[in-house]
């Protein structure tokens, strides 16, 4: 396990977290890439039903396949329309400079995750410890499981550990693995009620408006 001492702000003090976990879409990109409404229509998938859970419950391995074929295709679409979210580009270095470890949490392809990354002037792959994916193996978030295969990759333990995202999923997974959490909000406000959602609810550690602003729990 990584120790404390490895990561530290620019007057020598430990952090008490060595690693940051990032979730992808709509937190280290722009979010409003990927249109859910269309994806969702698209694939015949109701409102408040998850998408990859929709998908791998269809009855037959064809129209599984079919409907993955489509989703790979907004996906795709989306991330060659992506850029990089504001300050994302700058909070990895940071981190990086400062000793604490960077990772990335999706329920996107890593094609998807390469192609975005394409699209940023200043960072690649080779500057993310880890980058998980739905084809990594494990449950998908909200499930805890890339955030615990996280920490086994980079040596870091969960509750040294802090998710980032922009939705509810990314909070829910933190929070089972044992790691803190950090809502995204990108500034917007919270959707109206009776607004359609998914069957997951997670209470975040922290809610950020921008991504600069995890300095702030950093204490960097």
Request: net charge neutral.
């Amino acid at each position: 396990m990584a120790d404390a001492s490895h990561a530290s702000d620019s007057r020598g003090r430990a952090s008490r977290y060595l690693a940051v976990l990032f979730d992808f879409d709509g937190t280290l990109t722009n979010p409003g890439a990927l249109d859910f409404p269309a994806l969702r229509r698209a694939l015949g998938c109701p409102p408040g039903t998850l998408i990859l859970e929709y998908i791998d419950a269809l009855p037959t391995e064809e129209v599984r396949a079919e409907k993955r074929r489509i989703l790979d295709e907004f996906e795709t679409a989306a991330a060659r329309a992506s850029v990089p979210n504001d300050g994302a580009e700058q909070i990895v270095r940071l981190l990086r400079n400062r000793g604490i470890q960077v990772g990335i949490l999706t329920r996107n392809t890593r094609a998807s995750v390469l192609t975005s990354l394409a699209n940023f002037s200043s960072l690649t792959e080779r500057d993310f410890g880890v980058i998980l994916t739905r084809e990594s193996g494990g449950r998908p978030k909200p499930a805890p499981d890339g955030v615990l295969a996280a920490s086994s990759v980079l040596g870091v333990r969960p509750a040294a550990m802090l998710m980032v995202g922009d939705f509810v999923f990314d909070i829910a997974a933190g929070a089972a693995a044992g790691a803190a959490t950090a809502l995204l909000t990108n500034g917007r406000s919270p959707p109206p009620p009776g607004t359609p959602t998914v069957p997951v609810t997670a209470t975040p550690d922290y809610t950020i408006h921008t991504l600069a602003e995890i300095q702030r729990i950093l204490g960097l």
